[in-house]
């Protein structure tokens, strides 16, 4: 079982831009599916984007569709949310979570290993 560490939140001015990284411990990330989620204060957590274990599938939310790109290297045990454009309304607290298997996973119930999040503050 991997163990997740999230970095690069932070607090960042509308229309500006942020990369978050999760990196895994264990030689076997490459046989997980990645997802991040967020959750702001009073809501749900919910699945923002998600990438297959090669990195040749991934989903995004309607909400950053166009603004955000997952991305992973296998080579780093790392994947990655490149965050532009970003939006008041994108600030939440960010995990990172990995699934075992070869899809790609849409459900929160799918993912076994959790990071401790990472916080983004979008000022406006």
């Known amino acids: 079982q991997v163990q997740l560490v999230e970095s690069g939140g932070g607090l960042v001015q509308a229309g500006g831009s942020l990369r978050l990284s999760c990196t895994a411990s264990?030689?076997?990330?490459?046989?997980?599916?990645m997802g991040w989620f967020r959750q702001a204060p009073g809501k749900e957590r919910e699945l923002m984007s998600a990438?297959?274990?090669?990195?040749?599938?991934?989903y995004y939310a309607d909400s950053i569709k166009g603004r955000f790109t997952i991305s992973r290297d296998n080579s780093k045990n790392t994947v990655y949310l490149q965050m532009n454009s970003l939006k008041p309304e994108d600030t939440a607290v960010y995990y990172c979570?990995?699934?075992?298997?070869?899809?790609?996973?849409?459900?929160?119930?799918?993912?076994?290993?959790w990071g401790q999040g990472t916080q983004v503050t979008v000022s406006s």
């Open positions: 979570a990995a699934a075992d298997g070869l899809g790609t996973y849409y459900s929160s119930s799918d993912y076994k290993t």
């Open positions: 264990g030689r076997t990330f490459s046989r997980y599916a």
């Open positions: 990438i297959n274990w090669r990195g040749s599938n991934t």
